[in-house]
């Protein structure tokens, strides 16, 4: 009676679509965990060869020094602060590469490898989003974690429509047949059963599952609105990384490595001081560092943006 049967399976049905949409959000955070990790890797590989590279001419230049300096040709102190310029540069690297460890087990992990994972990552081109009310929408449509809340106030609903059905009395049918143990010979017999349930008609379970109803709906609406925020906090961290790309990218890029080349030689030729060398050379590295720190922002962002959209852009 009432579709008891039916409503335990629609429930059970239920609970299989959320451990769907659960499964489902945990492959999207493992996903943002390993992009995340990829593109960590990467950029810190990618400033490591600068750091080596200025690290390698900064070298060559130490060891003509120390000649000189032996020959009494400069003074020692100008080796020495050429030294001192080596050992934080090298500091500075072995900071980004202790980074990079980290981050690299973290993807052979991810990956279930324990091969060297070497990286390539691809030119982000600048792309049209749509605003934010659009952005919103695609997250409301794609992230399990929003599903499998939206499947709980399902559950909860289907449970109560579950305990309602338990206070409809049941019905118990049965027949029976008896050859000669009644003074009727070859006795057929007809039974039927119904539970009175004057006392108890289920009201206890039916008002907390109404009750399980309204939490799992604010529930629900809450993490509507972290949705919405979380999309927004990332759109406008997206857009403050972009600004600065645009603005570093046309300005600096180009130019930076020409002009480190430049101050190198005419150092070596004797154009420059030691301290103009030196204070171009610290600013320098700290501009490729900076600058590989926005680009790497930049990436991140997007990735952040599409973990939040629960979709790819």
Same mark, same amino acid.
């Given at each position: 009676?009432?579709?008891?049967?039916?409503?335990?399976?629609?429930?059970?049905?239920?609970?299989?679509?959320?451990?769907?949409?659960?499964?489902?959000?945990?492959?999207?955070?493992?996903?943002?965990?390993?992009?995340?990790?990829?593109?960590?890797?990467?950029? *810190?590989?990618?400033?490591?060869?600068? +750091?080596?590279?200025?690290?390698?001419?900064?070298?060559?230049?130490?060891?003509?020094?120390?000649?000189?300096?032996?020959?009494?040709?400069?003074?020692?102190?100008?080796? @020495?602060?050429?030294?001192?310029?080596?050992?934080?540069? =090298?500091?500075?690297? %072995? /900071?980004?590469?202790?980074?990079?460890?980290?981050?690299?087990?973290?993807?052979?992990?991810?990956?279930?490898?324990?091969?060297?994972?070497?990286?390539?990552?691809?030119?982000?081109?600048?792309?049209?989003?749509?605003?934010?009310?659009?952005?919103? =929408?695609?997250?409301?449509?794609?992230?399990?974690?929003?599903?499998?809340?939206? =499947?709980?106030?399902?559950?909860?609903?289907?449970?109560?429509?579950?305990?309602? *059905?338990? $206070?409809?009395?049941?019905?118990?049918?049965?027949?029976?047949?008896?050859?000669?143990?009644?003074?009727?010979?070859?006795?057929? =017999?007809?039974? $039927?059963?119904?539970?009175?349930?004057?006392?108890?008609?289920?009201?206890?379970?039916?008002?907390?599952?109404? /009750?399980?109803?309204? /939490?799992?709906? &604010?529930?629900?609406?809450?993490?509507?609105?972290? @949705?919405?925020?979380? @999309?927004?906090?990332?759109? +406008?961290?997206?857009?403050?990384?972009?600004?600065? +790309?645009?603005?570093?990218?046309? /300005?600096?890029?180009?130019?930076?490595?020409?002009?480190?080349?430049?101050?190198?030689?005419?150092? %070596?030729?004797? %154009?420059?001081?030691? &301290?103009?060398? @030196?204070?171009?050379?610290?600013? +320098?590295?700290?501009?490729?560092?900076?600058?590989?720190?926005?680009?790497?922002?930049?990436?991140?962002?997007?990735?952040?943006?599409?973990?939040? &959209?629960?979709?790819?852009?």
């Amino acid at each position: 009676l009432a579709g008891k049967r039916n409503k335990r399976v629609l429930l059970a049905k239920e609970q299989t679509a959320e451990a769907s949409h659960l499964f489902y959000d945990l492959m999207r955070t493992l996903k943002y965990e390993l992009r995340q990790s990829f593109y960590t890797v990467a950029y *810190a590989d990618e400033l490591i060869a600068q +750091y080596d590279e200025q690290m390698r001419q900064l070298q060559q230049i130490i060891s003509a020094y120390e000649v000189q300096a032996s020959k009494r040709n400069v003074p020692l102190k100008d080796a @020495v602060r050429l030294k001192s310029e080596y050992i934080q540069l =090298s500091a500075d690297r %072995n /900071s980004i590469v202790m980074e990079a460890i980290t981050a690299r087990q973290t993807l052979q992990l991810l990956m279930d490898t324990t091969a060297y994972i070497s990286t390539d990552k691809i030119k982000l081109e600048a792309r049209t989003l749509p605003d934010l009310l659009q952005l919103a =929408s695609i997250a409301k449509e794609n992230r399990s974690d929003l599903k499998a809340q939206e =499947s709980q106030v399902k559950q909860e609903q289907l449970n109560y429509n579950y305990q309602r *059905a338990l $206070a409809t009395p049941d019905l118990t049918l049965g027949a029976g047949y008896d050859q000669d143990g009644s003074y009727v010979k070859n006795f057929y =017999s007809f039974r $039927a059963a119904i539970d009175l349930p004057l006392f108890n008609r289920n009201q206890g379970n039916i008002k907390a599952a109404k /009750s399980m109803i309204r /939490s799992a709906e &604010l529930t629900l609406q809450f993490k509507q609105s972290e @949705v919405e925020k979380q @999309v927004a906090a990332s759109l +406008y961290r997206l857009n403050e990384a972009e600004k600065e +790309y645009k603005a570093t990218e046309q /300005s600096f890029n180009k130019d930076f490595p020409e002009v480190n080349k430049a101050m190198i030689e005419n150092f %070596n030729k004797g %154009n420059i001081s030691l &301290l103009e060398f @030196v204070d171009f050379f610290e600013n +320098y590295n700290i501009a490729i560092r900076q600058l590989n720190q926005l680009h790497k922002q930049r990436r991140l962002a997007w990735e952040d943006l599409e973990y939040n &959209l629960g979709t790819r852009l």
